[in-house]
């Protein structure tokens, strides 16, 4: 997910208008749930104790005011940190807005919910904020770019994998496995047989059913690199692998060969729901809930 630093005002603009009507529209929310329902209840309002033990942890364990009062509109510390992030930092995300906005869409409707992502990066604050009350995980294949982002954000949560493919090798890779039908059999990818599946991720990674999936690693765009073909053979198959319902994929840089022809031959075409600039959207459903289910739709 890393990138070259990209001095965008008109893109860091855009975003902090984001956040900040996120901020507005969380306000008014909140604002119009906490009003009273009658006339009564207006006139007898209920007392506000204030008492040092009626108090509640925060996000950072320290403790902050049990606010009932209608006036008490405070916003998370995660939304805090990145709209202050944003607005002061001259580093913009790799992704366009609208790229961004097709991501965006599907958390407005399914967050919070569990949102793993391939990829640590100038962006992770803000799919952390956007998935706030679920849980956000992001795999990332450098462990020094793991503690710097760290320092700066230590609330995320992010894990360290390796990977023992090469960029070279993708097109040799996907016909030695386009026909080998363990290619196509669901199951935990750790214990696939399956050459393409990742067997050593955090063991975080198999043991929750995740609502979206983002592929934006691990780095793919000279020879030498790992390029994506495992991470996005992996994600179809923690999507067809969960119990019931369908699970939201991203790939980025889709305008890429082997991006592009790992997810169509993997995640699917017809499972492709949108594509926008260099990202794919699909929506690949449980085949443990339907047994039988062809790996593509025909």
């Known amino acids: ?102 991501t965006m869409r599907v958390l407005e409707t399914k967050s919070p919910c569990n949102f793993l992502v391939f990829g640590l990066g100038h962006d992770s604050l803000m799919w952390t904020s956007l998935n706030h009350g679920g849980r956000t995980v992001f795999l990332e294949e450098a462990d020094s770019w793991i503690r710097q982002i760290k320092q700066k954000h230590p609330r995320l949560e992010s ?47 198999y043991e929750e059913e995740w609502d979206l999936i983002m592929v934006d690693a691990p780095t793919g765009y000279h020879d030498e690199a790992p390029g994506r073909m495992t991470a996005i053979y992996t994600a179809g198959l923690i999507a067809r692998n969960r119990d019931s319902g369908e699970t939201d994929v991203f790939v980025h840089n889709v305008d890429r060969a082997v991006e592009d022809k790992f997810s169509k031959t993997f995640l699917c075409e017809g499972y492709m729901r949108e594509k926008e600039g260099r990202i794919g959207h699909f929506t690949v459903p449980s085949h443990r809930a339907r047994p039988g289910r062809p790996f593509c739709p025909p």
Not at 1 to 29: A, D, E, G, H, P
Not at 81 to 90: G, I, K, M, R
Request: hydrophobic fraction near 35%; aromatic fraction near 6%; charge should be neutral.
């Open 1 to 102: 997910m890393r990138s070259k630093t990209q001095f965008s005002i008109n893109v860091k603009l855009t975003l902090l208008s984001f956040f900040l009507l996120f901020l507005l529209l969380f306000i008014l929310r909140s604002t119009i749930s906490s009003s009273p329902s009658s006339p009564q209840a207006q006139q007898n309002p209920a007392p506000i104790v204030q008492n040092e033990q009626n108090t509640l942890p925060n996000e950072d364990n320290t403790p902050f005011s049990d606010c009932r009062a209608s006036t008490c509109t405070k916003i998370t510390p995660s939304l805090a940190q990145a709209l202050v992030h944003y607005a002061t930092s001259n580093i913009t995300p790799q992704q366009t807005l609208k790229e961004i906005s097709v």
């Open 159 to 205: 894990y360290h994998v390796t990977y023992d493919t090469k960029v070279r090798d993708a097109e040799e890779l996907l016909l030695s496995v386009s026909s080998d039908e363990e290619c196509r059999a669901v199951s935990d990818p750790r214990f696939s047989k399956c050459k393409l599946a990742l067997k050593h991720l955090p063991r975080e990674v």
